[in-house]
Structure formats: structure tokens, C-alpha cells
């Protein structure tokens, strides 16, 4: 049981049901917690009461199940909970590099006035370094507990696609706290991780903050970095996913993150470094930071230089072409689109003038959604027949496995572009395709 307060609790809130707090509240309601989950959505918290991901994500179906409720009254919430972990989103602001705290201050007003007991708020959405500071002052000054509510910043390292993997058995437990108290109740509810070998490292609440940013600003670098060594490999005739096997093997460096190809997108990496850079300006710690413009720039190069191999491919204009898409969403084992590579460079062959046609196992629903212009396929096949050029956008495993063979017998012509470096090129060859990659020789 978590110590809190005078009483030994165990009935935890989770705010915000996307992404991170579905898979938040079903992992702690799998570790034995009652679990009262609320958003302000009342369709996600119909889905999530039937059982049912608003989006789709790998093993977390089966943990909507007992122990775990649905709401959208913050009334219910604070009469429900001893800690409320804050889960709401925080993109980047329309027109500006910043992240839109709207939900998150709009949370802590909401639930706020209605805290009436000692509790434990802990914010868990990547912000501004400095927000949980003044969250924490302005959470004491409007709730009728006074002081005795109090604010925690314990960052989520999630990714999408292995979330129920990463949230029961994290890498690390962050917790930013302003007191011992805060710092027992976070520990004895992370004490199934913790007892399994999860290192848990107590901080103060801007370290907490800046540890997540850090870590996204840095795999970000790592990512770009590939790929700008995919441009020398490019210019010198090398071939850069030899390269980063062999730096992988250096344990300095290291091989996560390292896979080069059409870059980061999502709804973390490309707003979170933006947000960070915005920061750094408020702080006066630009120049500290500057780097991380280069490293939105080279990605967002990979992008038109994926367009480009496709255009080459095409024979210098892809206008009329007839192009086939495998893949949209910014990942594989995500239906999420949110600043998918994928997604921008079939949008951006389609204002070419080339007829797009799509394939994704999951994302199909959203992608039509934002993307209506394009065409969408039920399947890897549909959607490549009579294509003059196939590019492979998403590395899903299906398109991994893929038979050269059998793609080559419904396209017009034998030309693909790898986006993701995921296929081994010599069976493509040997198969009559022209193979083209970033970063690679042809
Ligand atoms: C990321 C962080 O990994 C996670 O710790 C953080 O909490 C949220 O952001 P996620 O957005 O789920 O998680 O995706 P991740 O697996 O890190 O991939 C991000 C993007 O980088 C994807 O578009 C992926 O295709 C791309 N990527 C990743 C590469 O291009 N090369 C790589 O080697 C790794």
C-alpha cells in the first residue's frame, strides 16, 4: 500500500487517457492498484470503459480490465484519489516553436479547488523546465489542503509501441519531489519495478523535468547524427548503414538510435527539441542549445531527400506518376501519425503531381483522416500495383518479410526506395529492382 497522508492509500487518478495514461492507469491497475482514469473526452472514456484502446498499441487491450475505471468528472477524481498523476498532453504551440500548456494549467485549476485532503499530485507530461515549480506554487495557493497537497514530476520514458513493456518495467524511475513524504509515497508505488531492479533516482523537480528532455534531445542528436553521416556516405560513396553497424559495436556509442533512414517524427522527439530550444532562449542558454536547430534541419532533410530518390527513380518528374506508399504511421507498432516522416513525404509526392497510393497495417483510419487526398490500399500489394515507384516508409515487420518476388509481379516497374534501411538490398537486386537508400551505394 502507498503511504500517504495519515492513511495507507491505494486508489491512484490518471489524467489525461492518450496515450501514456491508458497505458499508464492499466499498468498500475495491473500491479494491483484501484485505478480511476479521467479525460476530459467523453469518446475515449466510452472506448477505455468497454475495454477498448482509442488507438493501437501492442498487449495493452488485455489490461483494460478490473481494477480500472473511466471518467470525465474531476469531482469524482478528487473524491477517488491520494496520488493523481497528471498525463495530458503538451504539444507545440500553432506558430511557434513552444509548447501549448493549455491542458496542463487547465488540469491543475480544475482539480485544484477540489483537493479538500492531504494528496499527491504528480505530474508525468514532458513541459517547460520551471513549469512544475510553479504548478506546485499555484497548486498550494488554490486547494483548500493548502500545503498539504503537493506536487511530484516523475517523467515518462514510454515509447509507443512496447508501452505496456516500458511502463511495468521502466529503465529508470524519476522522481522530481519536494519532500520525503512525496519521495516514501512515489517509492512505494513504484515498489514492484523497483524490486525487480528498476533504479529509482529522487531529484528535484527541475533536474526531473530536464532529465526528460535531455534524454529526447539527445536520442534526437543520435538519430540526426546517422543521417548526417548518411549525406557524407552520399558524397563519398560509402555506405552508411555499415558505418553505423560498426560505431554500434563501439559500447561508448552504442546502436540505439543509430538506425539511419527517413528520420524521427511523432509526438515527442520533433516537439520536445523544439520546446527545449524555446526554453533555452527564455533561459538565456541559446547557445547551449543551438545545436539542436541543426539536428531538426537534418531531419527535416531526410524527408525531401527521400522525395528525391523517389523523383530520380520516377525518371526526373513526379508528376503522373503512379507511386506506392508502405507505411504511414511514425513507427512501426503504432497507428500514431502525429509528425510521421511517412505521412509528410506521401503528402508531399501527392503535391507533385504523383497519384499516392497507401498502405499501413494500422494507421489507415488516421492518416485519411488528415491526408483525405491521398489513396488508401487494404493491402502491401493493392497498394503498389501498377506503381512505377515503391517506397517503404514505415518498417513494419510484414513489409520487412516482404517477397521481391511477388512485389515484382504487380508493380509497372521494379523500382523501390527503402526509407527506413530495413530491407536487405541483395535479394531486391537479384529480384530486378532498382534498390535505392540514403546513404548508400547503388
Ligand atoms: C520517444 C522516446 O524513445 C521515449 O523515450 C520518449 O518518452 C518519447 O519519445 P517514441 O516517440 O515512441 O519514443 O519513439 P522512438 O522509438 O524513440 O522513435 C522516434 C522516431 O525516431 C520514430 O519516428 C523512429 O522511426 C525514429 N528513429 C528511431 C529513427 O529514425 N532511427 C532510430 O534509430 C530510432
Known sequence: MVAYGEDAVSRITVIGTGYLGTAHAACLAEMGFEVLGMDVDQEKVDALTRGVPHFYEPGLEPLLHSGLSFTTSYAEVAVFGDVHFVCVGTPQRAGSYRADLSQIYGCIHALGPLLDRPCLVVGKSTVPVGTAERLAGQLSRISPAGHGCELAWNPEFLREGHAVHDTMRPNRIVAGVTSARAEAALRELYAGPIAAGTPFLATDLPTAELVKVAANAFLATKISFINAMAEVCEATNADVAKLSEALALDPRIG??????????????????????????????????????????????????????????????????????????????????????????????????????TVYDPVALGNACQVHPELSYAGSALDAITSATVTLLLTEWQEFCDADPEEFGRVVAKRNIVDGRNALDADPWREAGWTYRALGRPY
Open 255 to 356: 546502436g540505439a538510435a543509430l538506425r539511419p533512414g527517413l528520420g524521427f517524427g511523432g509526438g515527442c522527439l520533433p516537439k520536445d527539441i523544439r520546446a527545449f530550444l524555446a526554453r533555452a532562449e527564455e533561459l538565456g542558454v541559446d547557445q547551449a542549445l543551438s545545436f539542436l536547430r541543426e539536428v531538426d534541419s537534418v531531419n527535416m532533410r531526410c524527408r525531401a531527400r527521400v522525395v528525391d530518390l523517389a523523383r530520380e527513380l520516377a525518371g526526373g518528374s513526379l508528376r503522373d506518376q503512379a507511386i506506392g506508399v508502405l507505411g504511414v504511421a511514425f513507427k512501426p507498432d503504432s497507428d500514431d501519425i502525429r509528425d510521421s516522416p511517412a505521412l509528410d513525404v506521401a503528402a508531399t509526392m501527392h503535391r507533385l503531381g504523383a497519384t499516392v
